[in-house]
């Protein structure tokens, strides 16, 4: 079978050792692999390059993704996914594999519907995707802001400060939630969970009283900006408060064995997929075990989020 491969949407750390692992198991089992460059809009392009094994050698340690990724409007239209479904016909592609976020999923599913095998892969940071316990990228991203949240803290406890760390996650909490909790901050900020700027201060202020030297506040983009919520803290506080939005680092860098072991597994069952003629499904982890769902269901599902988590970040920040 002749398999593309394109990443889509925002990247993430552990697509290339994604692409690695479809690359190396397609060709170990007799297929031929393309990969497409630059997202959908180089799939309406015709952007492709036939990948050997050697191609996608000293990538699997690579954030980010060497096929580049993109994100396309026109690929939202009719005529879009028409342009990309004549380019894949021309080129003898018969499989496609995106590997990308909520967005690309529905890229997926409309070609999908349009009469083309395609497959997903849950790569974004932002732990957003129903049906999988993990998306790629998102264990090492949370490992590198619990890296940065320890810089800051050293500063803010030097100056007795509250600290508010800005992460991202566009509607998700699960960065802010996992950061937090692994860094030990004493608020949590996210769009799962109601919040009042009064609860916040009483938070920071109680912890001063009970002989604490910073304040961590750990927020999710999509719940409140972090230079207001810094704003906010020291006119009702008279706390000195500081913000840092952590922005773009917090995408790259190198995977963590747990996102490069997760995509190798992911790519071994993608193509037992296609072997087995399942198509138009998204891969999974769940409960430890590699899964797979149709697009449409984890499409209409919204990801679970971790209430009891949440509990318990609450109970460790007294
Ligand atoms: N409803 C849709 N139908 C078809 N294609 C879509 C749809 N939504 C998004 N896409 C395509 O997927 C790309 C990536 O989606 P985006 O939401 O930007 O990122 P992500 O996949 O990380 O959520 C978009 O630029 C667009 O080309
Ligand atoms: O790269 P851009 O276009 O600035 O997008 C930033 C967004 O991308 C992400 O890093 C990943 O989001 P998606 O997976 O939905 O693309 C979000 O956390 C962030 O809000």
């Known amino acids: 079978m002749n398999i593309g491969i394109l990443t889509s949407g925002g990247d993430s750390q552990g697509m290339n050792s994604a692409i690695r692992a479809i690359t190396r198991t397609a060709i170990v089992k007799g ?9 959908y809009q180089g799939l309406m392009e015709g952007l492709f390059i036939p990948l050997d094994l050697r191609d996608v050698g000293d990538i699997l340690h690579r954030g980010g993704t060497f096929l580049q990724s993109a994100r396309s409007l026109e690929f939202k239209e009719a005529t879009g996914q028409e342009k990309a479904l004549a380019k894949l016909r021309e080129a003898n592609i018969d499989h496609l594999v995106v590997i990308g976020g909520d967005g690309s ?4 599913l409309a070609l999908y519907e349009r009469g083309f095998p395609t497959y997903g892969l849950p790569g974004t940071i932002d732990n957003d995707i129903a049906c999988t316990d ?5 264990d090492t991203t949370v490992n590198l802001v619990v890296g940065l949240i320890n810089n800051v803290r050293d500063t803010s406890t030097s100056h007795e400060r509250t600290s508010i760390i800005e992460v991202m996650g566009r509607g998700s909490g699960d960065i802010a939630l996992h950061a937090g909790v692994a860094s ?18 009483q938070v920071i202020h109680e912890g001063f009283n009970r002989g604490k030297k910073h304040g961590i506040v750990v927020v999710a983009e999509g719940a409140a900006s972090g230079e207001h919520v810094a704003e906010e803290i020291e006119r009702k506080t008279g706390l000195e408060a500081r913000s840092t939005k952590l922005g773009y680092v917090q995408r790259g860098g190198s995977p963590s064995a747990f ?28 409960g430890g075990e590699i899964t797979s769902h149709p697009l449409k269901e984890v499409l209409s599902k919204k990801s679970t989020f971790d209430v009891k988590l949440y509990e318990i970040a609450k109970n460790l920040s007294k």
Not at 31 to 39: L, N
Not at 105 to 108: D, E, F, I, P, S
Not at 192 to 201: F, G, I, Q
């Open 259 to 286: 996102d490069r072991i997760l995509t190798s597994r992911m790519g071994d069952k993608v193509i037992e997929c296609i072997e087995s003629g399942i198509s138009g499904v998204a891969i999974g982890i769940e």
């Open 184 to 201: 030990g901050a004493d608020v949590i900020i996210i769009p799962e969970v109601e919040w009042s700027m009064d609860e916040v201060c």
């Open 134 to 138: 993990y998306t790629i990228g998102f």
């Open 105 to 108: 999923y529905h890229g997926a």
């Open 31 to 39: 297929h031929k692999v393309f990969g497409i460059q630059k997202g």
